[in-house]
DNA sequence: GCACACTGTGTGCGCCGTACGCAGACCATA
DNA sequence: TATGGTCTGCGTACGGCGCACACAGTGTGC
């Protein structure tokens, strides 16, 4: 155990309250959360281009210097604010079917993207190893229990759902922004996409539903679909 | 059509070789695309971050101002290196099905990430709309031209499949930086996912295989186990 | 041929992340 | 408790970034 926790970076070892032997300088003088909470609310008030060192450090009252007292650099910040904006999940009804406890899991997730829409500008350069993103991991893994798919069909079926949620909302999050931006492109697309080059697009355009409403809930269920097949093919 | 001009983007007008009225100052010295091809040189080299305005214009023998005589700023540039990046599909047989129509084209689409893996970093604020884009999109749309989907419906298969091949590139990529990644991220993962709080978790990581080789196709296999069913589901 | 309008670009600014080095706090020893 | 050595936190400062701005200079229209 002593061993192992020399190998953590400096950033998950505090997110799980490991304590480090005594050190000499100041005692901390707050948990890395509070750094992270900070961060989150600089994000959520202007976007992921307000988080600089500075202004967090200026948000907490502090100098610029003193964050790399917790953090060994801004990609640590990151892993910190991501383990923050997501928070615990909520908890899921287990008498309910994989399929229904899946669907409010992405549901689920899908609001804490849509509450920190930063989220998806993150530079990601690791796997997540932060408390509440396994707590995450753990709930949608957990939905798998009563299948009998192997371990490598719930991780990636649980992954394939994780990439669901975070590519649609990416697709829809400019959309959110100002209104009108999917007309506007929706005149461009049909400037642009002449019928002799783009037979398809312009086919499809004509016949376009700009109702996106469901689109989610649609989506999800296509990609339960497929889970359930795979399910149904692990049960023969 | 003139008054269209004017409502799209410099950079994509130049995209699409549309021709501005003449203009005071020097002439053109080369193609925008030029640019995109320098840009795209550097990120290739030394991943985005390699690549900044004065970067670009060095590579072109250039001053950094004069960069903005063709792009608007920055994200013009990503624009730019977008559409050069991917290239022009692949001629994709339509005599084939749907199915392997789509396997394809997910195929291709997963190479050119492989290719050029800082693409999965580009920031993206805007919907395709540079003509490589869009000759990807209509061959994805083609490939449903035997189905009864509705145009909704192709579109959200085509962006489904879209998602799954970024979503799992992204989750890959940095395993193939180093080699050993993965491994260093299991025994950490084993060593925080205890079994009292991470139950499901643990138990999975007892029994996983470490082959990766598959699991690209086996995840598309299941989006389009999910696809069809759709379309049986038109065909009714 | 001339004046004007407008574009391309050099200078310079504000901001970023963080390398570096020193002041000073902690712990071990006496 | 006094003191020395060690190691840490953080202020200063640097290189690099995207690009605002102003002006130089070209091409156009009369």
Redesign the pocket.
């Known amino acids: 155990m002593e061993k192992h926790e020399v190998e953590l970076p400096r950033v998950l070892q505090q997110l799980w309250g490991w304590e480090q032997p ?8 707050f948990h890395i959360s509070e750094i992270g909470a900070a961060a989150v609310r600089l994000a959520d008030a202007g976007g992921l281009g ?7 450090a200026a948000e907490l009252g ?8 917790y ?5 640590d ?1 990151y892993v910190v604010m991501l383990d923050e904006a997501f928070g615990k999940p909520a908890p899921v009804d287990e008498s309910l079917g994989w399929r229904e406890q899946l669907t409010a899991w992405a549901v689920h997730f899908r609001d804490a993207l849509v509450r920190h829409p930063w989220v998806l500008q993150v530079p990601v350069f690791e796997p997540p190893l932060s408390p509440q993103q396994l707590d995450w991991m753990e709930a949608a893994l957990r939905a798998f229990a009563g299948t009998q798919l192997t371990a490598n069909d719930k991780l990636s079926s649980m992954m394939l759902v994780n990439i669901y949620v975070r590519g649609t909302a990416q697709l829809t999050a400019h959309l959110d922004l100002d209104d009108g931006a999917d007309q506007l492109y929706g005149q461009r697309l049909a400037m642009l996409a002449t019928p002799d080059r783009y037979p398809t697009i312009a086919a499809g355009l004509a016949n376009l539903e700009i109702d996106y409403t469901d689109d989610f809930t649609d989506g999800l269920d296509v990609v339960l679909d497929g889970i359930e097949q795979l399910i149904e093919r692990r049960n023969k």
């Open positions: 005594a050190r000499p300088g100041p005692k901390p003088t307000a988080v600089s060192m500075s202004k967090v502090f100098t610029t210097m003193s964050l790399y007292r953090v060994e650099a801004k990609d910040l």
